[in-house]
């Protein structure tokens, strides 16, 4: 069915744009599948509920029902929700989001600052009908977190994680503290995300990659990490990789962190994510991590091993992941380094989007089946998924289902050329939090588009959802902790951060409270009884000795928590680990492994060769905490491993080769080359010693790979050869003269281009040749280049720019013409087109595909169509309605794809580069032009860089494209695979 919708809906009052919508929403198809998100359970049917009269259709399990809790103008676009002991929901708003981009005078604006609202269900039917503003901050710049643990609200805020105070109960903070400071992004998505408490009692929180972070803790120890990453915002303009923190190690990219309360003990939980919005901690301790892409094609949902790599940068945060893409390596993992020893499994690739709040689910009240049940809410696809984490090995996978949606089946490919717009896609679930009453409550954005530091509904409308069990009604506990039985209630409770109000009061009875305690590993609830075993632990020798005796228990995930309790509160890790060092379960034997990271090896020499020796050759979790166990110890871990090991390396076996790839010891170099050299091995097992060399940092591995590089065998010598070439540029660079092992070549056409620049600049050239060679530069590519970065030097004559420009715009490289538009006149103006008229327009997909073929394929893949230089549009209908993706290809600028603002880089020989930024190292840098060629450039060669704000992707009009064409384009892209 068509509907009519406004062209601009954002332009018109929520409450009457979905008035407008409201048959076409009630005549949805309803679903005819069922699905099954609770894979021991029987399957229960998904269905379409019409939640309110002005509002969509969502999707979600039979056995659920939702409605709207609470929407606007109670609060305005919130970013993020948590739940305090009375049952209120705190709600930050970001208003103000993005001021550079969103003028005040076009929306909604708070010039005081953002807000924390309170929102409060007074007569328990179930819908708010209180609203109050607990604060209003000019500090709180599009604040992206909350937490509110008892008369404590801690607002995330890049730079600052403040703490405001309630001290005398009025709902209005009397104390403000800014209790860390130093992180990087100011009012930007991949910054500053919420703070949640574990059930150690300490505070967990996550930062994405907008760096630099430099933080230093309330005891004087400072963090230092960051990335090659800048842009996003006018602030973050200064960020850089390779820093090392007060541990000595290097952090990069988006981090896990953890403080204590008191903001001493700031730790790296894990580090390398892209954008990792918010940590989810479940009552044994394990984290939960989401993350999106910069592809359309690879967001991901993951455990995260605690001190883990999760690959997004090079491991120095000096290159992208296009800097280290391999050939024929596809994009999700190349996207996260998958094939790079050092990195944990990826967990669930989920595709496109833009993933945000998360909260792994422990309560009763929803029913068995919920318990247990880890969601993420999915802002950019319309969904909330859910996940039923089953272990595996020393890792989990990860069965994902769509739980809660605006659409009956989220992957399906609709028609959205049918309509101008579609309402379904403006459910952006920014957060999904759990009540003290066990219901979910789903903050909604509610916008056309989200990411890329845009909005469009200048309402600043939002919404909240409460999803309880059908047919039965839920309600908020009374929470008294003055009692231990009140503060027992606080610990079981289904809110997270109610549980540390209970947590820190029993905690300070000390061993008074071991008995009642104690109770509670026996609880129904498994999750009860983890939490217990962490209090256990800090209630003295009495609780210890509780928990220690848990090491031996039947149940994997008891002893697991058991040793990690103890951990934090046992000064000799050695002893613990030498306890539960033969325990069957790999996933205790790793975290022996994490634990014993810091440990001198003479001290777990034994340890750790057992803990290898227990490496099945299979399981990739395991061997990567062997790894994390032998951080800095590699060399002297292999040593005593290798009277073990078969000296003829051809006879290695998988398990063997498979540990020595991870640890890659410098001293393995001849070995790998002999692997690699040897026709009997499988081309994987010589792949893998090609790769193992390629990340010894040391003249040996050098040398062998540039031998390797020379053999007649052209498989190996392929890829012995891209591995010198992209090692030359970074961790190689100062280990060989590259200039005579392997010295660059110019082509022919460089050559030429590079005689003629030199002849343009002589002195003497005349006014008339000059002009010539101006005009005879401008129509090949290389030469087109140099002129450019002469324009951009402002070294090109003025005189002879209108000559240049009436031929560049003809070049055929498509970056030149890009680059042309900032220091050349187009002839005759750009054309301007009509949204309104294009959305008028039927679109048709074969014309479309036409179209992307003649214009898109050079940068962009579709299906099998296209190359992979800018971002994947496979998915993109995933993510865009029809407004919206029409909107990013007229104005390309606006919304740029966070890593993919181009660089112009000019060399003092005149070269002139122009592309993505993908490595930015001490001895070279490396630009990824248009065409897909990487090209090194030694930084002592560099004369000029220069970032833009403008996209590599040229505007419609310097394509010549029509509307009817762009409609097409539209409708093909729209379409899916």
């Known amino acids: 069915m068509k509907v009519a919708i406004p062209v601009n809906p954002w332009l018109i009052s929520v409450p009457a744009l979905l008035g407008s919508l409201f048959w076409g929403l009630t005549q949805l198809p309803q679903p005819t599948q069922s699905i099954n998100p609770f894979p021991d359970a029987t399957e229960p049917a998904r269905r379409g509920m019409m939640i309110s009269a002005d509002s969509n259709v969502l999707y979600l399990p039979d056995d659920l029902e939702a409605t709207v809790w609470a929407e606007a103008p109670m609060f305005f676009n919130p970013t993020n929700i948590d739940v ?19 003028k005040p005078d076009t929306r909604l604006d708070h010039p005081e600052g953002e807000r924390v609202m309170i929102l409060e269900d007074t007569n328990g039917d179930g819908k708010a009908d209180q609203s109050k503003v607990y604060v209003q901050d000019k500090d709180m710049v599009s604040p992206l977190g909350i937490a509110v643990i008892g008369n404590k609200t801690i607002v995330s805020a890049a730079p600052n994680l403040i703490i405001y105070t309630d001290e005398n109960g009025d709902d209005k903070p009397d104390k403000k503290e800014v209790f860390l400071t130093g992180f990087g992004g100011l009012d930007h998505d991949h910054s500053l995300h919420a703070l949640v408490a574990g059930p150690d009692g300490r505070w967990y929180f996550n930062t994405g990659n907008a760096g630099p972070h430099i933080v230093t803790d309330k005891a004087g120890w400072t963090l230092r990490a960051g990335s090659i990453y800048t842009g996003g915002t006018p602030y973050n303009k200064m960020n850089k990789g390779n820093m090392v923190s007060d541990d000595g190690r290097v952090w990069v990219g988006g981090l896990t962190l953890r403080v204590n309360p008191d903001g001493t003990g ?122 039923k984490p089953e272990p595996q ?78 047919g039965r009604k839920l309600t908020v506990p009374v929470i008294n902790t003055d009692k231990t039985k009140g503060q027992l209630l606080a610990l079981t409770n289904p809110a997270i951060n109610i549980r540390l109000l209970g947590f820190e009061k029993l905690k300070a009875q000390g061993d008074k409270v ?132 078969p000296a003829n390396p051809v006879q290695w076996d998988q398990k063997t080769a498979n540990l020595i790839w991870r640890l890659h010891p410098a001293s393995t170099a001849e070995l790998m080359k002999q692997r690699a050299l040897d026709p009997t091995l499988t081309a994987d097992a010589r792949k893998q010693a090609i790769v193992a060399l390629g990340f010894m940092k040391d003249p040996a591995a050098a040398k062998a790979m540039v031998e390797l590089a020379k053999q007649n065998d052209k498989t190996i010598a392929d890829q012995a050869d891209y591995w010198a070439n992209f090692r030359r540029s970074n961790d190689w660079a100062t280990l060989l003269n590259w200039d005579e092992v392997m010295p660059p070549k110019l082509s022919e056409p460089e050559q030429k281009a590079l005689a003629m620049r030199q002849k343009l600049m002589e002195e003497y050239t005349s006014a008339e040749d ?91 893949r579709h299906g099998k169509e296209g190359k992979d230089i800018g971002p994947e549009l496979t998915q993109i209908h995933q993510k865009f309605d029809r407004n919206g993706l029409l909107d990013a290809i007229l104005n390309p600028s606006a919304g740029l794809a966070f890593g993919y603002e181009p660089w112009l880089v000019t060399t003092k020989k005149g070269q002139t580069y122009y592309g993505f930024l993908i490595s930015d190292g001490q001895e070279a840098i490396v630009v990824k032009d248009a065409a897909g060629q990487k090209h090194t450039i030694p930084t002592a060669q560099v004369a000029s860089r220069k970032q833009y704000s403008t996209s590599l992707m040229p505007d419609p009009a310097s394509l010549g494209l029509s509307e009817q064409q762009l409609a097409d384009l539209v409708a093909y892209l729209l379409k899916g695979k």
Request: aromatic share 10%; with cysteine.
């Open 393 to 470: 090995g020393a890792g989990y996978r990860m069965p994902r289902t769509d739980l809660i949606s605006t659409f009956p089946k989220v992957d399906e490919n609709y028609k959205w050329n049918d309509i101008t717009d579609d309402i379904r896609k403006w459910f952006r679930p920014s957060d999904v939090a759990v009540g003290t009453d066990g219901a979910l409550y789903i903050a909604d954005w509610f916008d056309p588009v989200v990411g890329g530091h845009q909005m469009k509904d200048k309402k600043g409308y939002g919404r909240i959802y409460r999803i309880t069990p059908k």
């Open 770 to 860: 000059k002009l010539k060679l101006a005009k005879e530069m401008a129509v090949s590519p290389e030469g087109g280049k140099l002129l450019v970065g002469l324009a951009a030097e402002k070294k090109l004559p003025e005189s002879l720019k209108p000559a240049i420009s009436e031929i560049i715009f003809t070049n055929p490289d498509q970056s030149v013409r890009t680059m042309a538009g900032d220091y050349f006149t187009r002839p005759g103006g750009s054309a301007t087109f009509s949204m309104k008229k294009i959305t008028a327009l039927s679109g048709n997909e074969t014309a479309g595909l036409a179209v992307f073929k003649a214009n898109c394929t050079t940068c962009h």
């Open 84 to 102: 305090d002991a009375r049952g209120r929901i705190w709600v930050t708003e970001a208003v103000n989001y993005r001021n550079f981009n969103n």
């Open 514 to 645: 071991v008995k009642p305690v104690s109770k509670l590993l026996t609880d129904a609830n498994p999750y009860h009884r983890a939490r217990a075993v962490w209090l256990l632990a800090q209630l003295g020798p009495k609780g210890q000795q509780k928990v220690e005796e848990l090491l031996k228990s039947d149940q994997v995930d008891l002893r697991i928590t058991a040793f990690r309790a103890l951990k934090q509160t046992r000064p000799d890790v050695v002893a613990l680990a030498r306890k539960v060092i033969d325990d069957p379960s790999p996933a205790v034997r790793r975290e022996v492994a994490i634990a014993l990271r810091d440990v001198p090896f003479e001290q777990c020499k034994d340890l750790l060769v057992k803990l290898a020796n227990g490496y099945d050759g299979n399981d990739r979790f395991y061997l990567e905490a062997v790894g994390i166990a032998a951080d800095k110890k590699e060399e002297a871990l292999y040593a005593a491993l290798k009277p073990s090991i």
């Open 266 to 387: 700031l730790k790296v939980m894990g580090h390398n994510f892209r954008n990792n919005y918010e940590t989810a901690i479940d009552s044994y301790g394990n984290m939960w991590q989401n993350d999106n892409d910069d592809q359309v094609v690879a967001c991901r949902t993951s455990w995260l091993m605690e001190g883990g790599n999760m690959g997004y940068f090079s491991q120095d945060g000096t290159r992208y992941w296009q800097g280290d893409q391999r050939p024929g390596q596809d994009i999700p993992t190349a996207h996260w380094h998958q094939e790079d020893p050092g990195v944990i499994p990826v967990g669930d690739i989920s595709g496109a989007g833009s993933p945000t709040g998360m909260v792994f689910y422990e309560g009763d009240q929803l029913g068995a089946n919920y318990r247990g049940m880890l969601l993420s809410a999915e802002a950019g696809r319309n969904v909330i998924f859910s996940y």
